[in-house]
């Protein structure tokens, strides 16, 4: 089935010349003026001069030092929408730096960068995101977007984003919820997880099982993942042909199944029966999670009585390569074991 897909590809009307570039110590300083030059052509040949220099972190850290950031931020609500491309295109460049992501969050760049939640044009929130989905990969980032109010708005916007930027929104939330998950739990988010674990993307099915598995981890996540009957839908996904889809479902039960009631969900839902093949699989991550998710089955009494007979398989994880696998399953072995 073919999809739309999101071009970065310039306008056939807009003259792609780069600025000319000054000599040595002058470029960079001739170009934020040009920034601000009441001239589009100027912008926006200094935008895409600009885009080349900030791959090397030199050059990004000497255009914050310079200011570049405040004149950026003044640009991404340019009326021109090559202007606006080129400045979150700048801008997602920076955020590859720890210069850039450092300063994103020193000049308030996060706020200023929502702003664009909304534009008509795809690949600006493309780019847009894109900067998000950099900075919710560090701690201090997912912090900043949870502090500006964001997450409400990203939880929403899964619903009615197009694929490709759907796929940011999920690794954004990703970041942010094992931060902070109670103003996506406030905003409907596990209910709209629900219904991506369905969704013809792979990609999508896997990040969206990851966003549950980040969401499951406080008590209030657990509970709405039970209230919400998530578990048959992750159970079912631990039969995917993809290796991520299953680690992720089997992690997102890991989580969830910590609870009574979640234990007693995913018992009813035949997790076990379905975890129990994927202790063996081929992907070492889809091995630790599945484990770890019996293991929380295996506490109550019921999930304990079947995994008696199987044992003899967990102790056979005890000599995987995986270290982590090996400690898990040891620890398995205790649980399933345990008598009162």
């Known amino acids: 089935m073919a999809h739309p897909r999101i071009s970065s590809k310039l306008p056939p009307d807009i003259d792609p010349t780069k600025a000319p570039i000054a000599f040595g110590r002058r470029a960079l300083p001739k ?28 050059n990004a850290y000497q255009a914050v030092s310079l200011g570049f950031l405040d ?23 920076m955020a590859t730096h720890n210069v850039g992501r450092y300063n994103f969050i020193k000049h308030k760049v996060i706020p200023a960068l929502a702003q664009l939640l909304n534009d008509p044009v795809d690949i600006c929130r493309w780019n847009m995101h894109y900067g998000l989905k950099l900075m919710s990969e560090l701690t201090t980032g997912a912090i900043e977007i949870v502090e500006s109010g964001l997450i409400p708005s990203l939880v929403l916007k899964l619903r009615t984003e197009n694929e490709e930027i759907q796929k940011l929104l999920l690794e954004t939330l990703s970041g942010c919820l094992r931060v902070e998950a109670f103003e996506a739990l406030a905003t409907g988010a596990v209910g709209i997880l629900k219904e991506m674990l369905n969704h013809i993307s792979v990609e999508i099915r896997s990040k969206a099982a990851e966003a549950l598995m980040a969401i499951s981890v406080p008590l209030e996540g657990k509970n709405m993942v039970f209230q919400e009957g998530v578990f048959p839908d992750l159970v079912c ?67 304990r009585k079947t995994l008696l007979c199987h044992v003899e398989e967990f102790q056979e994880r005890m000599k995987d390569p995986s270290e982590a696998v090996r400690r898990a399953a040891t620890i398995a072995v205790e649980v399933i074991t345990w008598k009162p």
Do not use: F
């Not at 030059?37 to 220099?53: G, I, K």
């Not at 004149?71 to 460049?93: A, F, G, P």
């Not at 029966?273 to 991550?285: F, G």
């Open 31 to 58: 170009l934020n003026e040009e920034l601000e030059d009441p001239d589009l052509l100027t912008r926006q040949r200094a935008l895409m001069s600009l885009c080349d220099m900030v791959h090397d972190p030199e």
């Open 71 to 93: 004149n950026l931020k003044k640009l991404l609500l340019d009326e021109d929408q090559t202007v606006r491309q080129k400045t979150t295109e700048v801008l997602y460049i």
């Open 237 to 303: 996904l631990l039969n995917d042909d993809d290796a991520d889809v299953r680690a992720n479902a089997a992690g997102a039960l890991m989580n969830a199944a910590v609870t009574t009631q979640g234990k007693y969900a995913a018992i009813n839902a035949a997790a076990i029966e379905t975890l129990l093949p994927l202790i063996h699989d081929e992907k070492s991550k889809v091995r630790l999670y599945s484990i770890k998710a019996l293991t929380m089955l295996a506490e109550a009494p019921e999930g």
